[in-house]
């Protein structure tokens, strides 16, 4: 729900208001569990600037500032005094900064009209009446940080943690398993838990997108792998405790967790009404506390090996094509090559975090993958772009005989022969760049050494016709320097490379094979579509000119 109000999302105004009505509230954001205890809602959490500084005012010793004026004011009216001390310290970072010359920190001193507004936000939040529970405060925060870590693409949505992906009762009853288990006894937890190379990657090899079903999703979230999880509830581990009571309070827990995930989602997600509206949460409470006995699944204690066959080896292909579908939609579009090198990049990082988290899984058939060759991208479909100009290709190479030493300036230096996508072309281009420039003026010479090229690799023949039209255009017509062309050539390799190792990439996912196969050759496409994207600015370097000896020789 947003509060249009305040400019800001409802959880996190109702963060803010429980922490300054109830300094207890606290306590429910810190892990205690850790050996150094510490907050697991941060500043950076909130998606609002305002109640960053305020959170941030508040941890760095607001919340004391509140309780010493209001013993110093006790007749006072307190959500007054508590504005006021919120204000005061959410002041003094820009305070500081303005004494050693910040203009900026003293711009916004100086705009009574914000510091008025959020003043009188505070103190409507320091009401009484403002509409949320402080004991809910630790769910609330919990919709705060999720919404910062995954945003969701569906308006006034805070997060979403699934895709889409085929699901049936047969899958939904393995992932309640898996889920079962741990709730059964929280210590099987562990069975899940490796050392990621990334210091930011959960501890944790099985994720909330493993899961098909959205609702198990956020389930196995706010059981073991979010914040504030429910296996690190006192509960949880309290040998005084049955497993059913144990299991009972980490029910309750997470049952919370889901209605307050669909209170915050309720305006934008007509699902989250219906279930508001069916009271669904609590059908899926009584779901879990049935998984949570022992005799739900065959043996609880193979929760682990469920969890690889039955969730995170079916959702691979599925975590794979949606990266080839974002190299579609993103790294096709007209933007900077460095741009579609970063998104390729980040790509290649997430086959290896998910590579990493299989392989630490006791996964039944690991090391029995055979080697299989990549995928090739089959032809682009009628009504896409071919990423091709033949035309462009042919005026580029008729500008470098007519001047060679354009090879090494500009976005020229920059070609390679891939960026040709006819034979003879490619072979041209090479033939100019393997022979002194005078000789690769010579259009005879030319097309020898590109022939020659050509049989050397075992191509098939070249086209006497093309390669002959293109050293009669040398002649006999005037062309713009190469630059620009070569620039275009280049780019169009680049999305040619992206759109085929999508296209790929794709095709691959679709057909059964072994994960780590998949993740491997997935892999492949998108380093070599990634290597084109750098390749301009890998050779943005002038380098010297090849052929100055040669140059000397033949005059």
């Known amino acids: 729900m947003n ?21 207890s509230t606290v306590d429910q954001l810190v892990d205690w ?50 504005a006021d001390a919120v204000m005061a310290r959410m002041r003094m970072p820009y305070q500081e900064r303005a004494a050693v010359g910040d203009a900026s920190a003293q711009a916004a001193l100086d705009n009574s009209a914000y510091w008025a507004g959020v003043h009188n936000a505070v103190l409507q939040m320091a009401q009484p009446t403002w509409p949320a529970n402080v004991q809910h405060a630790r769910h609330d925060a919990y919709v705060t940080v999720r919404a910062a870590q995954h945003p969701s693409t569906v308006t ?57 079903d959205p609702s198990t999703a956020e389930i196995w979230d706010a059981l073991v792998t979010g914040p504030d999880p429910a ?9 005084t405790l049955t497993p059913q009571q144990r299991a009972a309070a980490m029910i309750q827990h997470i049952t919370l967790r889901l209605d307050y995930n669909d209170y915050h989602r ?12 069916t009271n669904a949460n609590q059908a899926i409470a009584a779901y879990l506390a049935r998984a949570s006995a022992p005799d739900f699944s065959p043996n609880p204690d193979n929760a682990a090996q469920y969890a690889v066959s039955f969730v995170l080896e079916p959702s691979i292909p599925a975590a794979v094509e949606d990266l080839a579908g974002r190299v579609r939609d993103y790294g096709l579009a007209d933007t900077s090559l460095g741009k579609v090198a970063l998104n390729l990049s980040t790509n290649e990082h997430a086959l290896d975090q998910l590579a990493e988290r299989l392989d630490a899984a006791p996964r039944t058939l690991a090391g029995y993958a055979q080697p299989q060759a990549p995928a090739s991208a089959p032809e682009p479909s009628e009504g896409q772009p071919s990423y091709t100009s033949r035309p462009t290709e042919r005026r580029v190479l008729i500008s470098l ?5 354009q090879l090494y300036n500009g976005p020229t230096r920059s070609l390679a022969a891939q960026d040709f ?49 293109i050293g009669y255009a040398a002649r006999t017509l005037k062309v713009p320097p190469a630059d620009q062309a070569a620039g275009h050539l280049v780019t169009m ?13 794709q095709s691959a996912a679709r057909q059964t094979q072994d994960p780590r196969a998949l993740i491997d050759q997935s892999r492949q496409q998108f380093q070599q579509a990634t290597h084109e994207a750098l390749r301009y600015h890998e050779q943005s370097v002038p380098e010297p000119t090849h052929y100055n000896t040669h140059q000397a020789n033949v005059a």
Not at 401 to 405: G, I, R
Not at 435 to 451: G, H, I, T
Request: glycine fraction near 4%; avoid cysteine; charged fraction near 20%.
């Open 231 to 239: 296996i690190a509830l006192p509960a949880a581990t309290d040998p």
């Open 266 to 277: 309720s305006t934008g997600d007509q699902g989250a009404k219906d279930r508001r509206a």
């Open 3 to 23: 509060n249009d109000q305040y400019a800001a999302p409802q959880h996190e105004l109702n963060v803010i208001s429980s922490l300054i009505r109830d300094r």
């Open 493 to 505: 390799t680049v999305r040619r490379t992206a759109r085929d190792a999508s296209t790929a990439v």
């Open 401 to 405: 005989m007519q001047d060679p030493s």
């Open 421 to 469: 996508t006819q034979p003879e072309h490619a072979y041209l281009f090479k033939a100019i760049q393997s022979l002194p420039p005078d000789a690769a003026q010579d259009p005879w010479l030319l097309a020898n050494q590109a022939n020659q090229l050509a049989r050397y690799d075992g191509a098939p023949a070249l086209d006497f016709q093309e390669l002959n039209q």
């Open 33 to 82: 569990n850790r050996p150094d205890p510490q907050y697991w809602l941060t500043p950076n959490h909130f998606q609002t600037a305002w109640l960053q500084d305020a959170y941030h005012a508040l941890l760095s010793g607001g919340l004391g500032d509140i309780e010493q004026r209001l013993q110093v004011y006790p007749n006072a009216d307190p959500a007054t005094v508590t």
């Open 156 to 212: 006034d949505v805070p997060f979403e943690l699934s895709r889409a992906r085929g699901n049936d009762n047969d899958t939904l009853i393995k992932e309640l398993a898996v889920i079962g288990a741990v709730l059964n006894d929280p210590a099987r937890a562990q069975q899940f838990r490796y050392a990621p190379s990334s210091p930011d990657a959960s501890p944790y090899w099985l994720q909330p997108q493993d899961f098909a």
